[in-house]
């Protein structure tokens, strides 16, 4: 669950929480005082009919029972002893009414719901000897109903879950900046990954003004370190190009001019694998037509005579990625064959290149016939300067092939896996994003 939406659930929770303990509160804050109302204004009623009823005569009670049913739906009738009697159901608010009509009428009032199977509300009074029984719509003194209840409910409810949005909003958004701006940094991108200094709450200031003064001070120290690796290279071949060409014009003997230009030739090529390590990690993507450029890579190597190829690719393929900087991954991993998957019988590295779509991604692989790998030292492989057993180190190199494939296909949204052949060999696999041209 994202920090968002576990932000939005604790504070749904929290505010449901408080708008039913609310409900609830005022509900019984509001039944016992309603309740008591109720059964005073009956208890007037019942107290006002046995005074009409006294001080009438038997004409007059008939016109005054017929004038209090019609006006105020108020029923006077006689109560005989064989009356069916149903007593008010277990309800607290009914319970209130009846508790209070006994205490102002006296404790023997009777009290009931339904009298000979006629609903209502039903309080007994006595005139002189006589009985009667008021009978009443207790309707007229029912609580607010549950739709009423319901609608207040929903409206708080509704205005909770939009607070509790807008809420977890605010508190996920400057969070969700610094994880985009930490991924920016994290691809070489310094300029996208700049925050917001001059937000309003305190703390998120003070961490964006933090993180923009680091990023700013990575961003000077790959400059720095691009520039001083520059002038490395170019004080340094400077010289190795003078020394080969003195080897050249100099050196007599074939075999010594051969070693020396071939050593000069060594120390360019691991001048060439350091800038490749240490470039910068920002690259823009592309769709790029796989086939070809294998093509293209594989042009340059074909006449290896120490080297042998055999492709299985899959036609129409297309990746996301750079095409220079795919070429120097194919490049290496196929230089990496040729240098350590030579076979002990042959001297011949037969190397075995596919391609083939899987799902949303290419899988293309470099499978060379060597000795392999021992199993531990496979995941050390990525790691720079790294040199495996002398099986695989008869040439001579930096350590720093494989780093650098791991380094541009990370960089290319990509993975790369390691990983010994059944029969014998290294297998380097890499999963990168497909594309459509």
């Avoid at 005569?57 to 069916?84: C, H, T, W, Y």
């Avoid at 720095?224 to 004080?235: F, K, P, Q, W």
């Avoid at 040439?395 to 014998?424: F, H, P, W, Y």
Wanted: glycine share 6%; aromatic share 6%.
């Amino acid at each position: 669950m994202s920090l968002f939406w576990r932000t939005f659930v604790l504070l749904v929770l929290l505010l449901l929480g408080s708008v039913l303990a609310w409900t609830q509160t005022l509900y019984k804050l509001e039944s016992e005082p309603r309740a008591i109302q109720t059964a005073r204004q009956i208890a007037s009623l019942v107290n006002m009919s046995r005074v009409a009823v006294m001080h009438s005569d038997g004409i007059a009670q008939v016109s005054l029972f017929k004038s209090m049913k019609d006006e105020e739906s108020v029923v006077i009738k006689p109560r005989e002893p064989n009356d069916v009697v149903q007593t008010l159901k277990n309800d607290a608010h009914l319970r209130f009414i009846e508790a209070e009509l006994k205490q102002r009428l006296g404790p023997d009032t009777p009290v009931a719901e339904r009298v000979n199977g006629e609903a209502g509300l039903w309080i007994g009074f006595d005139i002189n000897k006589d009985h009667f029984w008021l009978q009443t719509d207790l309707s007229r003194f029912d609580r607010p109903k549950a739709k009423t209840w319901l609608v207040w409910l929903s409206a708080a409810t509704l205005l909770s879950l939009l607070g509790a949005a807008w809420i977890a909003g605010l508190i996920n958004r400057p969070l969700k900046d610094l994880s985009f701006a930490a991924r920016r940094v994290r691809e070489g991108d310094f300029e996208a990954s700049r925050l917001d200094e001059s937000v309003v709450t305190s703390e998120i200031r003070a961490v964006n003004i933090g993180f923009n003064r680091m990023t700013q001070k990575l961003a000077k120290i790959e400059e720095e370190r691009t520039v001083m690796l520059a002038g490395i290279s170019h004080d340094l071949r400077t010289p190795l190009a003078r020394l080969r060409l003195e080897a050249e014009l100099s050196v007599n003997d074939p075999a010594a001019r051969g070693h020396m230009i071939s050593d000069i030739a060594q120390l360019d090529a691991i001048i060439n694998k350091f800038l490749d390590y240490a470039r910068p990690d920002y690259v823009k993507f592309s769709p790029i037509e796989l086939n070809g450029l294998l093509e293209q890579c594989l042009a340059n190597v074909r006449n290896r005579p120490e080297l042998e190829l055999k492709l299985a690719l899959e036609p129409g393929l297309a990746v996301q990625a750079d095409a220079v900087e795919l070429q120097r991954v194919i490049t290496n991993l196929i230089e990496n064959s040729a240098r350590y998957g030579k076979s002990p019988d042959t001297g011949v590295a037969l190397v075995e290149l596919s391609a083939r779509r899987m799902d949303n991604t290419v899988l293309l692989r470099v499978r060379d016939h060597g000795l392999g790998v021992p199993e531990g030292q496979l995941k050390q492989l990525t790691t720079p300067f790294f040199r495996g057993e002398a099986a695989r180190t008869a040439a001579n190199g930096t350590g720093l092939g494989l780093a650098i494939v791991q380094k541009i296909v990370s960089r290319m949204g990509g993975t790369l896996e390691l990983s010994n052949a059944d029969d014998s060999g290294l297998c380097a696999s890499i999963r990168l994003q497909l594309a459509t041209l």
